[in-house]
């Protein structure tokens, strides 16, 4: 037999929750002859909710009192909502097939779908988020660099469905506090030690006979501050050289398109490799070939000459001092706010969602003016 809970809200509605995670809602009521009746209402699948069943109520309850017949329950009365699973379907198809979008797919499942999945997207709530992180923490016993990250995908998908038009909705994730963790990264390369970078780049290139495949990847992660997948979905078309633009797809924030600039670095680069490409090529690839290679590709042949340049010495987990691949966006936001570029235009220039991500780099802008001032003494 269904346990049926009331509402904390509005006397008189209730729902249970069926088999498929569904709640169904119902409401109560003394008919003209003072007796308490129950009368299903319909499924939160169908667009049914607390204040629904609150308002169909108190037609019942005015009718009665008018001595009219209480009006009749449609339920189904409206079109069926969109759920999660319905816009994660619609982000997953929009994404290219690399590890990077089938490793996300498997963190939804495992922790969004089992959960929310057939839950009306625009119903989900900032507590029912919260709860999840407390059960990816308590129960699942992960870390809390993991509940952020799953907070952030569903945030993500939220933000797809929100700029594909299919609802207007505040996204409730955005109210959720992350998890503090410490296992941040800090380093960043100074200007000597990207250069020093380009030169080993280049060099590996020749050794191999890469073409210019880490040479071009290097100095667009550097000059852009793009993600890898971002670097290496990039194309042909996707670079005007008349304007300086170089049109990034940000696959974190929902496949979303944002600009990086050409730079006096990748100026000349650039201008000789689109000579040698079709329209549709990828810009880094093997030999100029144009053909998309994986991320695994770039970090077993970047990988190395990280470590021999910059990681020798230092423990495999020091997260903190250990430069890899996604250090060389950290650098680029680090090297705009030791130039104190604003960070409202940081924020822009890494196509951040949220200010909070950005507001880290504020104490290098901090260390800068106190150099600045210090010298004039």
Same mark, same amino acid.
């Given at each position: 037999?269904? @346990?049926?809970?009331?509402?904390?809200?509005?006397?008189?509605?209730?729902?249970?929750?069926?088999?498929?995670?569904?709640?169904?809602?119902?409401?109560?009521?003394?008919?003209?002859?003072?007796?308490?009746?129950?009368?299903?209402?319909?499924?939160?699948?169908?667009?049914?909710?607390?204040?629904?069943?609150?308002?169909?109520?108190?037609?019942?309850?005015?009718?009665?009192?008018?001595?009219e017949q209480p009006p009749k329950i449609v339920k189904n009365h409206r079109k069926k909502i969109i759920t999660l699973d319905d816009v994660a379907d619609k982000y997953f198809s929009s994404m290219d097939n690399t590890t990077s979008t089938h490793e996300r797919l498997s963190k939804y499942n495992k922790h969004l779908s089992e959960q929310f999945g057939r839950h009306s997207i625009t119903n989900i709530k900032k507590t029912d988020l919260e709860d999840l992180q407390k059960s990816i923490i308590d129960d699942k016993k992960l870390s809390k660099k993991t509940?952020?990250?799953?907070?952030?995908?569903?945030?993500?998908?939220?933000?797809?469905?929100?700029?594909? $038009?299919?609802?207007?909705?505040?996204? #409730?994730?955005?109210?959720?506090?992350?998890f503090k963790v410490k296992? @941040?990264?800090?380093?960043?390369? &100074?200007?000597? *030690?990207?250069? *020093?970078?380009?030169?080993?780049?280049?060099?590996?290139? $020749?050794?191999?006979?890469?073409?210019? %495949? %880490? $040479?071009v990847f290097v100095k667009l992660a550097l000059t852009t501050g793009a993600r %890898?997948?971002?670097?290496?979905?990039?194309?042909?078309?996707?670079? !005007?050289? *008349?304007? !300086?633009?170089?049109?990034?797809?940000? =696959?974190?924030?929902?496949?979303?398109?944002?600009?990086?600039?050409?730079?006096?670095? @990748?100026?000349?680069?650039?201008t000789n490799k689109l000579n040698l490409l079709n329209y549709n090529d990828? %810009?880094?690839? =093997?030999?100029?070939?144009?053909?998309?290679?994986?991320?695994?590709?770039?970090?077993?042949?970047?990988? #190395?000459?990280?470590? +021999?340049?910059?990681?020798?010495?230092?423990?495999?987990? +020091?997260?903190?001092? &250990?430069i890899v691949i996604h250090s060389l966006r950290h650098t680029f936001a680090s090297q705009l706010a030791i130039s104190n570029v604003p960070i409202r235009q940081i924020q822009e220039l890494m196509n951040h969602a949220d200010i909070r991500e950005t507001m880290k780099y504020a104490k290098l802008q901090d260390d800068a003016n106190k150099k600045a001032a210090q010298s004039v003494f």
């Open positions: 037999m269904a @346990t049926y809970i009331s509402s904390k809200k509005y006397p008189g509605v209730q729902y249970y929750i069926k088999d498929n995670g569904v709640k169904s809602y119902s409401i109560r009521y003394k008919d003209e002859s003072g007796k308490l009746k129950r009368v299903q209402v319909g499924d939160e699948s169908d667009g049914t909710t607390e204040v629904y069943c609150k308002n169909k109520r108190i037609e019942i309850l005015n009718a009665q009192n008018k001595g509940a952020n990250m799953i907070l952030e995908l569903f945030s993500t998908i939220f933000r797809f469905g929100f700029n594909e $038009e299919l609802y207007e909705a505040v996204n #409730p994730a955005m109210k959720v506090k992350r296992n @941040t990264r800090e380093r960043f390369l &100074r200007v000597s *030690e990207i250069e *020093e970078l380009y030169k080993q780049a280049i060099l590996k290139d $020749e050794e191999k006979d890469h073409g210019d %495949l %880490l $040479e %890898l997948e971002g670097i290496l979905n990039i194309k042909k078309r996707d670079i !005007d050289l *008349e304007s !300086d633009i170089i049109r990034i797809t940000d =696959f974190k924030n929902g496949g979303e398109i944002y600009s990086g600039y050409v730079t006096k670095t @990748t100026r000349d680069l650039l990828n %810009l880094v690839s =093997f030999n100029n070939d144009g053909k998309q290679i994986s991320a695994r590709q770039i970090q077993t042949r970047l990988k #190395p000459i990280l470590d +021999d340049l910059f990681n020798v010495g230092l423990d495999t987990k +020091d997260r903190a001092n &250990r």
